[in-house]
């Protein structure tokens, strides 16, 4: 655990509340919760579910999407061995594990300093290296020769396809596959809500560059990435670089800077960027017999590019998002909590409120819901007065309320209601979706 966080009680007041809005709202439930839970893991609900994809879906259009020099991929989970033998997963890609004497609890010994977090003993064994993949068996037969494991990190998946991409793209280094999707490790102690589970989703880049290069695009994305989280809202003092010293350096990697954003416990890793040499390359090329390498035929030039790995957690990132935009003020002398989100972030950018449940306002609010829906994601709620509905709006993040009034049917206009200076205009239906187009940059 690193650096210094909130006061104590500030801290772990705001953590509690967001663990509690995003059960109480269906954000993220604790996974089987009606048997009695399953601890490290979480079930994401309609909400979280909705934010979840709008944050994987910003990754992909910065990364993928809004670039020349990067195409995607989406591999197996489940796939051969000899992948994690290559890559020194099955070697390396272990946590050291301790035990406590007195109360049995096992930790993470490098996240514990000398006493049990449980009981305070110091009484600990010595630290054994645990490997974090989940084994399985592919096939009827349970045998040495059918495991498999779950992929620990989506990164080996680009590796792997490396010469694929190369022959149905001609993409040339610097050239990036980006990969979105579930990972899995077999974490010894998940803690701090989503931050640290057992099941996750990634975001990761392998970027493959000349190897002179590497040094500047390893630049180039610490600046990138920094950039992305600050667009989508994480405030300036919420977020910094964090350099790895040489001695914290993974096996594969020459340089390795976190992305680290002030939880409430204190700064921690939201992703990492690595310059990962040709480690994974030369590695799979070794054990498979495959040349993987570029072969420039403009200059005959041969070579095995670098890569420089953006590394991201998808999960542990709206997370970030969460607690970043979380804030109680008042309206009208009432406390009300608020998600200041990003509009692009937002469970639902408009919720379409008709004032009354008056079966004579509904039709017309569901007109202005048809006209909204092709553009952004919309809740349509008519129970309640306007003004708890407002309040359940601002609770989960959505930035515009539609309000659909008697003086609607006569002026066919809508007020639009913002969430956070909460000032009210009044908007004709007919305008509608241009002004919602150039309030979310469509
Ligand atoms: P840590 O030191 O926190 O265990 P790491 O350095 O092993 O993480 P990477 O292998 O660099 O993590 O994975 C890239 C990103 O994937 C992390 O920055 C994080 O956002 C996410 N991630 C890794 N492990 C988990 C997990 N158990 N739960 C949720 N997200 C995770």
């Not at 390396?92 to 004497?101: A, E, I, W």
């Not at 993974?250 to 921690?268: I, K, M, N, R």
Request: charged share 25%; glycine share 8%; hydrophobic share 40%.
């Amino acid at each position: 655990m690193t650096g210094q966080g909130a006061p104590p009680q500030e801290a772990g007041d705001l953590m509690e509340k967001v663990v509690n809005l995003c059960k109480r709202r269906g954000f993220i439930f604790p996974s089987a919760e009606i048997y009695g839970g399953f601890r490290s893991t979480y079930d994401y609900g309609p909400l979280g579910v909705n934010m979840l994809r709008n944050v994987k879906d910003a990754w992909w259009r910065s990364m993928v999407q809004r670039r020349d020099d990067v195409v995607g991929l989406d591999a197996a989970i489940l796939s051969s061995p000899r992948i994690w033998e290559a890559s020194g997963h099955l070697a390396n890609f272990t946590d050291p594990l301790v035990d406590c004497r007195n109360c049995h609890e096992r930790w993470r010994a490098d996240k514990i300093g000398d006493s049990c977090p449980n009981c305070g003993s110091t009484d600990l064994t010595e630290p054994r290296a645990f490997n974090l993949m989940f084994k399985t068996f592919a096939g009827p037969v349970e045998s040495d020769a059918t495991v498999a494991y779950l992929r620990p990190e989506t990164a080996q998946g680009m590796f792997v396809n490396f010469l694929n991409v190369l022959q149905t793209t001609r993409k040339r280094p610097p050239f990036g596959i980006a990969q979105v999707g579930k990972s899995f490790r077999n974490e010894i102690t998940p803690q701090n809500f989503v931050f640290r589970t057992r099941e996750f989703e990634q975001m990761e880049l392998e970027y493959f560059v000349p190897p002179a290069e590497a040094d500047t695009w390893f630049g180039y994305w610490l600046e990138t990435r920094m950039a992305w989280y600050l667009d989508l809202g994480i405030p300036t003092d919420k977020l910094r670089l964090r350099h790895h010293d040489p001695d914290e350096l993974s096996h594969y990697s020459t340089a390795t800077a976190d992305v680290e954003f002030l939880f409430p416990w204190g700064w921690d890793e939201l992703e990492g960027i690595a310059n990962r040499t040709d480690f994974d390359l030369l590695a799979h090329a070794a054990l498979s017999g495959e040349k993987l390498e570029f072969f420039d035929q403009g200059s005959g030039e041969r070579y095995v590019p670098y890569v420089i790995e953006p590394a991201a957690g998808a999960t542990r990132t709206m997370m970030a998002f969460l607690l970043a935009a979380y804030d109680e003020d008042e309206v009208g002398g009432e406390r009300r909590s608020v998600l200041r989100l990003d509009p692009r972030l937002a469970p639902y950018q408009a919720a379409v409120l008709p004032l009354s449940k008056n079966d004579t306002l509904v039709p017309l609010s569901r007109e202005v819901l048809g006209m909204l829906q092709p553009l952004c994601t919309c809740d349509f709620d008519v129970t309640q007065s306007i003004g708890r509905r407002y309040r359940r709006q601002d609770e989960i993040g959505t930035p515009w309320c539609v309000t659909v009034d008697f003086e609607s049917l006569e002026d066919r206009a809508v007020t639009v209601r913002d969430r956070d200076s909460t000032t009210q205009v009044r908007i004709p239906i007919g305008g509608l979706a241009a002004e919602m187009k150039a309030r979310l940059g469509a």
